[in-house]
């Protein structure tokens, strides 16, 4: 006779594990239909562009420190090349001031009255009483200007200190300006690393291309220079189409964007400051609409400069792993001001 036993029903605790698995499985699955799809290429791309303006922003500041670094090494220098040659005179001084007192030593170490009571040749002595009349002033000019030499040289000393104190100060800066510099375009690396190797070339490739075919397609007008030294400074810059954006580089084959319209203007015969937040203080202020080719144009808070070429273009070096080219004003950010020098 066949036997009829009963299922086994499964243990509660076995049911409590698979409800629990099965809700996991849900939550899971209600997770990864909610979860953000990948960025597009393009806003990968518009990331490690803001990536880049930040850095940019913390390069400017590093080519500012080290600009001010290099100027108090040179005060510093030249304030300690005074101090040694000060000392070495107030040596030369005191050694004077010495030879002074020993003859006077020599021709006064008796009272005058019994030198003149003594002297077998009153004429003689007169003569040298004279000439220690003429050592007592003598020593008394070397004395005060001694005393002048002491002070000069102590305010020197206390100058070249604060200069050192000063220098001291604007090196840490520069660390820290550097450090915050690397911290940037480390972020933009890592951005880039999530893309495909593909995806990375066809963002390199589009910005070579838009490096080289810029020339070629950009339309600059016939608008007329304001004067014959932007026009200099454009055409010196216009000759960089095709150099690579390195941070605080400047020329003649890589430059980041102050680097190269200091460059630029420097070919022209004309020298201008370091950074976008020194160069936009000079020559002087004009209104967009009055732009013209060889301006100096500002953009983002300071953060960017480029050349004005025309038709609302820049020519310029953008940022790093792109090349300097011309570009449309409308494209690089928010228009801040415009310096003709």
């Not at 029903?9 to 939550?27: D, E, K």
């Not at 000393?157 to 300006?177: F, I, N, S, W």
């Not at 951005?191 to 397609?217: F, H, I, P, Q, W």
């Not at 200091?262 to 937040?277: D, N, P, S």
């Amino acid at each position: 006779m066949a036997s009829h036993r009963r299922p086994k029903q499964p243990s509660r605790a076995r049911v409590t594990v698979l409800t629990a698995t099965a809700a996991a499985a849900v939550a899971l699955t209600s997770q990864a239909a909610q979860a953000d799809p990948k960025p597009t290429r393009s806003e990968m791309k518009a990331k490690v562009d803001k990536l880049y303006d930040e850095a940019e922003v913390a390069t400017e500041q590093y080519n500012g420190a080290k600009e001010q670094q290099d100027k108090l090494e040179k005060q510093t220098d030249a304030l300690q090349d005074r101090v040694a040659r000060g000392q070495q005179e107030l040596n030369t001084l005191r050694a004077g001031l010495g030879s002074i007192a020993a003859s006077q030593y020599r021709d006064g170490g008796i009272d005058p009255s019994v030198q003149l009571f003594l002297a077998s040749d009153p004429d003689s002595f007169l003569d040298r009483a004279s000439a220690l009349d003429q050592l007592t002033a003598r020593q008394a000019e070397s004395l005060a200007k001694i005393q002048k030499k002491q002070r000069s040289l102590a305010q020197e000393r206390t100058e070249a200190q604060g200069k050192l104190h000063d220098l001291a100060d604007v090196r840490k800066t520069l660390g820290e300006r550097k450090k915050k510099q690397q911290g940037k375009l480390a972020e933009a690396r890592k951005v880039l690393n999530t893309l495909t190797a593909a995806e990375r070339a066809k963002m390199r490739d589009d910005d070579v291309r838009a490096s080289r075919d810029a020339g070629d397609r950009v339309e600059l007008g016939h608008e007329a220079p304001a004067s014959a030294l932007g026009a200099a400074a454009l055409q010196a810059a216009a000759t960089r189409i095709g150099k690579p954006y390195v941070r605080s580089a400047t020329g003649p084959d890589s430059f980041d964007c102050s680097g190269l319209t200091q460059w630029a203007y420097a070919q022209a015969g004309a020298h201008i400051t370091r950074t976008t937040f020194t160069q936009i203080n000079e020559g002087t202020r004009i209104a967009r609409s009055q732009l013209k080719p060889g301006d100096l144009v500002f953009f983002n808070n300071t953060q960017h400069v480029g050349l004005y070429a025309g038709n609302n273009t820049v020519l310029h070096a953008p940022y790093p792993g792109a090349y300097v080219r011309y570009e449309s004003m409308n494209t690089i950010g928010g228009f801040q001001a415009a310096v003709r020098i």
